[in-house]
Antibody, heavy 127, light 106 residues
Framework: QLRLQESGPGLVKPSETLSLSCSVSGGSISSSRFYWVWIRQPPGKGLEWIGSMYYSGSTYYNPSLKSRVTVSADTSKNQFSLKLNSVTAADTALYFCASGPFRCGGDCYVLYAMDVWGQGTTVTVSS | DIQMTQSPSSLSASVGDRVTITCRASQGIRNDLGWYQQKPGKAPKRLIY???SLQSGVPSRFSGSGSGTEFTLTISYLQPEDFATYYC?????????FGQGTKLEI
C-alpha cells in the first residue's frame, strides 16, 4: 500500500526558496504505475494544483507558478521534491504531496484522480 | 485552463438529509473528475473517481453522476461525520483544477 510523507522547513524567508520532499513507501517513484503531484492550500482557502511528475521525469506545472516551480525525483531515496523560489507571503500554505494511478501500454495516461495523499506540511513565509 | 464552478459554496443541512453538490466544467472533460472530502487540517480523501465510481471503503450513501461538463455529488442520508468541505477535481487536462469547495454545515 502506497504511503506518502512530506518533510521540509516550516518557515521560509521572503525571496528565498521553499524546498519540500515527499518520501514514498510501498511503491517505487520510478514505477510507471503512478503519477506524483504537489498541491497546496492557503489558510482558509481552497486547493491549488502545483504540478505533476511522471516516472519518465516529465513534469507539468501550474502556469501561475511555472516560472518559480520545479518538481523532481530522487530515485536513490525514493522521494520526489518541490522547489518554489522567490517566495512571498502568498506562498504560505499547507502543502500536500499526492499520487494516483497511471497506465502505460501503447499509450501512457493518468487513469484516475489522486487517491493517496500525504498528511500535509505547513509552510509559513515570513521574515 | 478549464474552470470548475462548484455550487453551492456552503450548505446547511441536518443529519438524515439528502444533499447534492454540483460542479460545472468550462469545457468537456469526459469522466475525468474526482470528488474529495476534507476535514480541517487534514488531507483530502477521495470519495469518487471517474465521475461515478465509489472509492473502496467509502459508504454507499455517497454517489457521483455526470459526464462531459456537469457533475454531481450526492450524499443520500447525511451522517454526523459527513460535515466537512467537498471539492471536485478535473484531471482531463493541465493545469488540473479544483472547484472552489462546498462547506457542508449543520
Amino acid at each position: 500500500q502506497l504511503r506518502l510523507q512530506e518533510s521540509g522547513p516550516g518557515l521560509v524567508k521572503p525571496s528565498e526558496t521553499l524546498s519540500l520532499s515527499c518520501s514514498v513507501s510501498g511503491g517505487s517513484i520510478s514505477s510507471s504505475r503512478f503519477y506524483w503531484v504537489w498541491i497546496r492550500q492557503p489558510p482558509g482557502k481552497g486547493l491549488e494544483w502545483i504540478g505533476s511528475m511522471y516516472y519518465s521525469g516529465s513534469t507539468y506545472y501550474n502556469p501561475s507558478l511555472k516560472s518559480r516551480v520545479t518538481v523532481s525525483a530522487d530515485t536513490s531515496k525514493n522521494q520526489f521534491s518541490l522547489k518554489l523560489n522567490s517566495v512571498t507571503a502568498a506562498d504560505t500554505a499547507l502543502y500536500f504531496c499526492a499520487s494516483g494511478p497511471f497506465r502505460c501500454g501503447g499509450d501512457c495516461y493518468v487513469l484516475y484522480a489522486m487517491d493517496v495523499w500525504g498528511q500535509g506540511t505547513t509552510v509559513t513565509v515570513s521574515s | 485552463d478549464i474552470q470548475m464552478t462548484q455550487s453551492p459554496s456552503s450548505l446547511s443541512a441536518s443529519v438524515g438529509d439528502r444533499v447534492t453538490i454540483t460542479c460545472r466544467a468550462s469545457q468537456g472533460i469526459r469522466n475525468d473528475l474526482g470528488w474529495y472530502q476534507q476535514k480541517p487540517g487534514k488531507a483530502p480523501k477521495r470519495l469518487i473517481y471517474d465521475a461515478t465510481s465509489l472509492q473502496s471503503g467509502v459508504p454507499s450513501r455517497f454517489s457521483g453522476s455526470g459526464s462531459g461538463t456537469e457533475f454531481t455529488l450526492t450524499i443520500s442520508y447525511l451522517q454526523p461525520e459527513d460535515f466537512a468541505t467537498y471539492y471536485c477535481l478535473q484531471h482531463y487536462s493541465y493545469p488540473y483544477t479544483f472547484g472552489q469547495g462546498t462547506k457542508l454545515e449543520i
